[in-house]
Nanobody
Framework: VQLVESGGGLVQPGGSLRLSCAAS????????MSWYRQAPGKERELVAG????????NYAESVKGRFTISRDNAKNTVYLQMNSLKSEDTAVYYCSQARVYWGQGTQVTVSS
């Protein structure tokens, strides 16, 4: 199993980023996927999750209305669209399959 995140970077408050996670080594369309984040000195936390068919999603309260998780099963990829970014969204973002497999993470920094 391999999960490779991309799309992180430096963005100003109020800006947007779209993260991608390319999956391989398993039957992607059969598994729910999630995005987590970990800020310096804090525990890793769930940001958003999506079911295998994309029909149901869930979000942390802190990102509801700003972030959108989606997936393309034809491309074996899960996305996280992040809008109205705040400084407190600064973290390393990870995608995960069942909290068993993890990507290497992508840094998101929100700063002016």
């Amino acid at each position: 199993v391999q999960l490779v995140e991309s799309g992180g970077g430096l963005v100003q408050p109020g800006g947007s980023l779209r993260l991608s996670c390319a999956a391989s080594g398993f039957t992607f369309r059969h598994y729910g996927m999630s995005w987590y984040r970990q800020a310096p000195g804090k525990e890793r936390e769930l940001v958003a999750g999506i079911t295998s068919d994309g029909g149901s999603t869930n979000y942390a309260e802190s990102v509801k209305g700003r972030f959108t998780i989606s997936r393309d099963n034809a491309k074996n990829t899960v996305y996280l669209q992040m809008n109205s970014l705040k400084s407190e969204d600064t973290a390393v973002y990870y995608c995960s399959q069942a909290r068993v497999y993890w990507g290497q993470g992508t840094q998101v920094t929100v700063s002016s």
